[in-house]
């Protein structure tokens, strides 16, 4: 089955220890990006790879790291966590066709205290 | 400012109607403009998308409408039923970067048996 795969699914961490989301895609899709929901915010891009070795800032950037060294692999790192990165999490990837839909994992839910 | 806009308020219909949830922008060109489908605790789901040039689409019982002028896409759920309940969201794409797009808050649609 098509999918993508966040973990965990839920998560809660103290401030300032680093942690990882990890993504992954079995589509061979070449771009992947991540996305932060926020009540009355809608979703927010945070980071994006258009392929390996190649990522991007999105919209709120700041206080996360990814990388992408596999085609099917997008983590998220939090070096150094605050209250305010407290947020639903989604993993995202899409085919390579500029207006290929955006197929999305299931979420992580991080709460940092 | 770049402004995208769904009705925060929930949307409650009886089953057999029509829903029509209605997605307003300012100061964006999107090319082309996509409608999701979000379950609570599950990402989004792609559904529609359209360009432009194309001032109607359909797909079962969904039909998505885009005016440039207006600046507005409507979305409608044609003999909604209790399945159709859930957040709904459009993204409009920016014309900003590959894949760039920019999401609403979505709409809580409510079908009532």
């Known amino acids: 089955e098509a999918q993508v795969t966040q973990n965990p699914r839920y998560l809660i961490t103290v401030t300032g220890k680093k942690l990882t989301v990890t993504c992954s895609q079995n589509?061979?899709?070449?771009?992947m990006s991540w996305y932060r929901q926020d009540p009355g915010l809608g979703l927010r891009q945070i980071y994006y790879?258009?392929?390996?070795?190649?990522?991007d800032k999105g919209d709120v950037p700041e206080g996360y790291k990814v990388s992408r060294k596999e085609k099917r692999n997008f983590p998220l790192i939090l070096e150094s966590p605050s209250p305010n990165q407290t947020s639903l999490y989604f993993c995202?990837?899409?085919?390579?066709?500029?207006?290929?839909?955006?197929?999305f994992g299931n979420g992580t839910r991080l709460t940092v205290t | 400012s770049q402004k995208i806009e769904q009705n925060s308020e929930a949307l409650n219909i009886q089953e057999g109607k029509t829903a029509t949830l209605t997605c307003n922008y300012t100061?964006?060109?999107?090319?082309?403009l996509q409608w999701y489908r979000q379950d609570p605790g599950r990402g989004p789901v792609f559904l529609l998308l359209?360009?432009?040039?194309?001032k109607e689409k359909r797909k079962e019982r969904l039909k998505v409408t885009f005016d440039t002028t207006l600046k507005q896409s409507l979305f409608h759920i044609t003999a909604s039923q209790p399945a159709d309940s859930a957040t709904y969201l459009c993204?409009?794409?920016?014309?900003?970067?590959?894949?760039?797009?920019?999401f609403g808050t979505g709409t809580r649609l409510l079908v009532s048996p």
């Open positions: 589509m061979n899709h070449e771009y």
């Open positions: 359209i360009r432009e040039n194309e």
């Open positions: 790879s258009m392929n390996v070795e190649v990522t």
């Open positions: 100061n964006y060109s999107p090319a082309y």
């Open positions: 995202a990837s899409s085919g390579q066709g500029a207006i290929s839909p955006l197929h």
């Open positions: 993204a409009l794409e920016t014309n900003t970067g590959f894949q760039k797009l920019v």
